[in-house]
């Protein structure tokens, strides 16, 4: 089955709108432009931020100049529950295991670990981690390295 093959469905063919065919046509006269104005006139109506000639706002107002950062992005936020997840028992947690499984964006350079989900793994975290996240690693017999 091909497009110019597919049966028409009930409706689905609506005429054109009409417009300008005189009154009986129930949209003749003004032909849906509305009583007078600009915007029934021939030309219709002006472009957005047409200000009739005067010096439109976007052109007025000063333009921003921002800064860019020069320094890098400090750290990454994982979560106890990604670690469940992507590691095994016994493996050691760095940024650039991190990276290379594609849970972290290359630009951190760190990582700092929080306790959201539970854990039932042995890690070793070679990085920050939150107070309640160590906790939770301790408990398990991981241990948490300062990088």
Do not use: W
Not at 59 to 66: L, N
Not at 120 to 136: P, Q, Y
């Amino acid at each position: 089955m091909e497009l110019h093959n597919l049966p028409l469905r009930k409706g689905n063919n609506k005429p054109a709108k009409r417009v300008g065919r005189g009154i009986g046509s129930g949209k003749g006269v003004r032909c849906t432009h509305g009583n007078k104005g600009q915007k029934a006139r021939a030309g219709g109506p002006k472009k957005v931020g047409f200000e009739g000639g005067q010096t439109p706002f976007y052109r007025r107002v000063p333009k921003y100049r921002g800064f860019k950062t020069t320094k890098p992005f400090d750290a990454a936020t994982i979560t106890i529950l990604l670690l469940e997840k992507h590691y095994e028992t016994g493996d050691t947690v760095t940024i650039q295991s991190l990276i290379d499984k594609n849970l972290v964006n290359p630009k951190f350079e760190g990582f700092k670990v929080v306790a959201k989900g539970e854990l039932t793994k042995t890690l070793t975290i070679v990085g920050r981690a939150s107070a309640s996240a160590k906790a939770l690693i301790e408990d398990k017999g991981g241990k948490v390295e300062e990088a």
